[in-house]
C-alpha cells in the first residue's frame, strides 16, 4: 500500500511511502521479501533447521525466529557479543526470538567476523548438525529475488525510488526492478560507502546511487535531532518509523527537497523496510543516556 504525505512540498514534488511494514506482523518489510524464497528452497532442500547471524536488536533474528516457527523450522541464531548472553531477560528481541524457539548462541565479536568462511560454518555444522544457512541481513540471491518483487505495476509513475539500506539486498531487487526511466537512491545506515561494491555483485543496471550523510553517526547510532523528527513525522502521517533504517532514509529525503536535490514536479516513492521491533530497545538506550524516546511504539 502507497500512502501519501500530508505534508506538503514547493516545485510540485511529490511524496508517498510504500508501506512494506504493513505485510506481515512480526515478518514485514523486506524481512518477508529476503525469507519468501530462502524459505521456499529450505523446504524443496528438505531441511528442518534454519541458522542465521544477528546482533543483539537484529530485526532479521526477530524474523527467522517467527518465520521458522510459523514455517515449522527449528531456528539458530548465532548472536554477536557474549555480554548479552546473561540479558536476554531484558533485551526485547532476543526475548521474541526465544519465545518463537529459536537457539541462541553468543559468540565474541572477533569469531563473529568469521561468520562467512568455510572453515566456521563447517565447525558449526559440526556443532549443530546440518542447516540452511540464512546470511546477517538475509542478503543472498534468493533474497534479491524476493526484494524484485517491492516494485509493482502501481509504482510506474514514480520517478524516484527511495530505500535504506543495511546489507545491500534490498536496494539490489530495486535496482533490477526499476524501470529505463526511474532512479533508486539507497541511504546507509552505516558509514562510508564500501557497500557500493556488495551491490555491484547483484546488479547489471546503473540507474542508482547511495547518499552517504544521512547514517547519524553509523549503525545504530541516533541522536535527539533523529527522534524528535521520527514523532513530529508520526504525529502529521500516522507512520512509525524504525530509527535504525527508515527513518534516516525518511529525513534524508525530505532535506534532499528542501536542499532543491530533486527537480521540479518529481514524484518519489520511499520504501518503508519495515523494523519496528527494534524501538523497544532503542528506547532503552535513549533512556539510559537521557535522550528524548520515540513514542510511535506500540
Not at 514514480?158 to 534490498?170: H, L, R, V
Not at 504525529?235 to 527537497?257: R, S, W
Amino acid at each position: 500500500m502507497n500512502q501519501k504525505l500530508t505534508t506538503s512540498f514547493s516545485n510540485g514534488i511529490s511524496v508517498q511511502i510504500k508501506r512494506e511494514d504493513l505485510i506481515h506482523p512480526f515478518v514485514s518489510g523486506n524481512k518477508f521479501r529476503k525469507l519468501k524464497y530462502n524459505l521456499l528452497q529450505a523446504k524443496a532442500d528438505n531441511q528442518q533447521t534454519l541458522l542465521t547471524f544477528g546482533g543483539a536488536f537484529s530485526n532479521h533474528i526477530a524474523a527467522v525466529a517467527f518465520a521458522g516457527k510459523e514455517r515449522g523450522f527449528k531456528t539458530i541464531g548465532i548472536i554477536r557479543g557474549e555480554e548479552v548472553a546473561h540479558k536476554v531477560s531484558d533485551n526485547p528481541t532476543l526475548l521474541f526470538a526465544q519465545n518463537c524457539g529459536m537457539q541462541l548462541e553468543f559468540i565474541s565479536r572477533e569469531e563473529y567476523r568469521l561468520k562467512s568462511e568455510v572453515s566456521f560454518i563447517d565447525n558449526l555444522k559440526q556443532k549443530f548438525g546440518n542447516f540452511y544457512l540464512i546470511p546477517e541481513g538475509g542478503t543472498n540471491a534468493l533474497a534479491i529475488k524476493g526484494c524484485e518483487e517491492i516494485i509493482t505495476p502501481e509504482d510506474t509513475d514514480f520517478d524516484y525510488i527511495c530505500c535504506s539500506i543495511g546489507t545491500g539486498g534490498t536496494i539490489s531487487g530495486l535496482i533490477n526492478s526499476a524501470l529505463p526511466h526511474q532512479k533508486v537512491l539507497g541511504f546507509p545506515a552505516l558509514k562510508g560507502d564500501f557497500l557500493k561494491e556488495e551491490i555491484l555483485n547483484f546488479v547489471q543496471n546503473e540507474n542508482w546511487e547511495l547518499l552517504t550523510d544521512y547514517h547519524f553517526g553509523g549503525y545504530g547510532k541516533i541522536n535527539a535531532e533523529l527522534v524528535l523528527f521520527i514523532n513530529q513525522f508520526y504525529a502529521e502521517n500516522q507512520i512509525p518509523l524504525d530509527p535504525i533504517y527508515t527513518g534516516k532514509m525518511v529525513y534524508g529525503v525530505i532535506d534532499l527537497i528542501h536542499k532543491n536535490y530533486f527537480p521540479a514536479e518529481s514524484k518519489i516513492l520511499m520504501i518503508h523496510t519495515g523494523g519496528i521491533q527494534g524501538i523497544q530497545g532503542m528506547n532503552m538506550k535513549l533512556k539510559n543516556k537521557q535522550l528524548p524516546t520515540i513514542d510511535t511504539y506500540v
